[in-house]
């Protein structure tokens, strides 16, 4: 606002203001009583909200109310004058004590006329021309007039601009002003809210990768279960071998046995030719030997048979069971790749899981410890918005008192104090005010933070092992973990250090976004915030022309300590200079 408009009020001169109100010490008496009846609007918390871009100080409207006091309170109020405020004819000669223009300037009553001879007194605001078409009528006629001001009105105006001025100023002052503590408090709130949204978001995908990684448990367990299988038949395969090697050789040297010490059946017939049993012919005997020996024959074969077939059901056992050997180490490989994949998954996630833990935690803190100091700066009995419904309440008995004081109201003004004044058109309330404070979002992930042993999503971890690992026989046991969680030795990307043993990597003081020893590095530096000017926080950021504090880089979101506030006195010293130039 321009600093006249309630100056003229503090500093309004003692000898100027005795004469306020003479003749009319009963409205100045009411004006008193009514001003000191009025209470102060202090602002409790203005140093606080004076830092927030846009907010003023409102304390003229206290100083304006106790420079008009100051001036009732003059022991000379009581005199009483009035003066020349205009003439018809400037300069004529039956007017010699008539030195003003044609203009009469006047806050209050006016006449016009000359000598014993006036029009009424004619209620005037700042100025009317001294002239007959003017007032409406000619009371001395064929006389050069001039006109005449009541000089307890005359003087009453100034006074009376100025609290035009201030009301007319300071009613659209602190609706403004409740709108940048409204707007400060809604981003604040939102900003809050925000932080949720952003983390339920993420949880979205972190609640995705942890059923993939289920998915991928699943498919292992499947994989252990086939190669089980493959790994009990090989033993059940291995463990049959010797019995058909044993059958075999059983076959075979009965074979060995029975027939091949046989002599050939010539050798026979010739050595028994003569020696056949008498009574028989030489034909019944051959008959008897053919049919003999071909039965034997029979048998030579079908033994020869069984022991060719055991010997090959045994080859085929062992083949069969060499085949098996493959097949048990083709499951384990495939085994342990969805191991080391469903780790090496798990093992990400959990340093995504933690960055996306500690930026929420970081963020919820800063956000709600704002949100709730704002709002018990901003709300509540003694809050910013009970001071602005105090304020303007002060505007309206100003101005009801002023609107008294024109009209010669005495006992209005008596009455100005005690209206129940309707604020609620003026829309001061903040609706934001009766929200509460957002919960934090609880999550089993983010409990792990600082007890890594115990999560059990880490690989690495005998809480991991149990989870995913029990009931898998240890004939097909996991083998060892590799991923990256699960080294000693870690190599991390530009801008980025140790996390912690075996759990990745973190960004650097004033670089965001987790990494990796496997993924791009993604470590970018943040930029300066608001009212601070420089390449990026991590080579430094200063603070603009106006403002003052300090941004230092941290590894904790916003990524950065520290703010700039608003200079208030060097904004004062510029709108000071601003009033000069531009009045």
């Known amino acids: 606002m321009k600093s006249w408009a309630w100056l003229c009020l503090a500093y309004l001169p003692a000898a100027f203001a005795a004469k306020l109100f003479a003749g009319h010490n009963s409205i100045r008496d009411s004006v008193l009583r009514a001003l000191h009846l009025v209470p102060n609007v202090t602002e409790p918390h203005q140093t606080a909200l004076l830092s927030l871009p846009g907010l003023q100080s409102l304390k003229g409207l206290d100083s304006a109310r106790d420079a008009l006091i100051s001036a009732l309170r003059s022991p000379h109020a009581s005199e009483k004058a009035t003066s020349v405020c205009g003439c018809e004819s400037p300069g004529h000669w039956s007017t ?199 039965t034997l024959g029979r048998k030579y074969d079908q033994a020869e048979a069984e022991c060719t077939t055991a010997w090959k059901t045994a080859d085929n056992v062992t083949k069969h069971c060499l085949g098996h050997a493959n097949i048990r180490e083709e499951r384990q490989k495939k085994c342990d790749a969805l191991q080391d994949k469903m780790e090496d998954f798990a093992c990400k996630q959990s340093l995504i899981d933690k960055s996306a833990c500690m930026e929420y935690n970081s963020c919820y803190a800063v956000n709600s410890g704002h949100w709730e100091k704002i709002k018990r700066i901003s709300c509540g009995p003694e809050g910013q918005v009970a001071h602005f419904h105090a304020q303007m309440r002060l505007v309206l008995i100003l101005e009801c008192i002023l609107f008294a004081v024109e009209n010669d109201d005495s006992a209005a003004v008596e009455k100005c104090g005690d209206h129940d004044y309707d604020l609620s058109k003026f829309g001061l309330n903040i609706s934001v005010c009766d929200s509460d404070l957002v919960d934090e979002v609880k999550t089993e992930q983010c409990s792990y933070i600082d007890i890594p042993d115990a999560d059990p999503q880490l690989p690495g971890t005998a809480k991991f092992e149990e989870g995913f690992y029990r009931g898998i026989l240890y004939k097909t046991s996991p083998k060892e973990c590799v991923a990256t969680c699960c080294m000693k030795e870690l190599d991390c990307p530009v801008h980025s250090h140790h996390f912690e043993v075996g759990l990745g990597c973190q960004c650097n003081p004033g670089y965001r976004n ?70």
């Open 96 to 294: 010699p004590d008539c030195r003003a223009g044609t203009i009469c300037k006047c806050y209050g009553e006016a006449r016009f006329g000359y000598g014993k001879k006036w029009t009424s007194w004619r209620k005037v605001d700042k100025e009317i021309q001294c002239s007959e078409t003017a007032f409406g009528t000619d009371p001395y006629a064929g006389r050069v007039k001039i006109c005449q001001c009541n000089q307890v009105k005359q003087e009453l105006g100034p006074v009376v601009e100025a609290l035009q001025s201030v009301i007319k100023t300071f009613k659209p002052m602190i609706v403004r002003q409740k709108e940048i503590v409204d707007a400060v408090l809604s981003k604040a709130y939102a900003d809050l809210l925000r932080c949720n949204q952003y983390f339920l978001k993420k949880l979205e995908g972190i609640n995705k990768a942890e059923q993939n990684i289920n998915k991928m448990n699943e498919a292992h367990r499947t994989c252990r279960g086939q190669q089980l299988e493959a790994v009990e038949f090989l033993e059940n395969c291995e463990g049959n071998m010797p019995e058909m090697k044993r059958k075999a050789e059983e076959k075979c040297a009965y074979f060995e046995r029975k027939f091949k010490s046989l002599p050939t059946p010539e050798n026979v017939w010739a050595l028994q030719c003569d020696a056949r049993p008498e009574g028989r012919t030489v034909h019944e005997y051959l008959m008897e030997e053919f049919e003999f020996w071909d």
């Open 514 to 583: 987790g990494v990796d020893s496997l993924s791009t590095p993604n470590c970018l530096p943040v930029p300066c915030p608001a009212s601070s000017f420089g390449h990026n926080v991590p080579t430094g950021c200063k603070c603009k022309l106006g403002f003052y504090g300090f941004i230092k880089a941290s590894s904790e979101f916003p990524f950065y300590d520290g703010h700039c506030e608003v200079d208030s006195e060097y904004h004062a010293h510029k709108n000071a200079q601003l009033d000069e130039v531009f009045g």
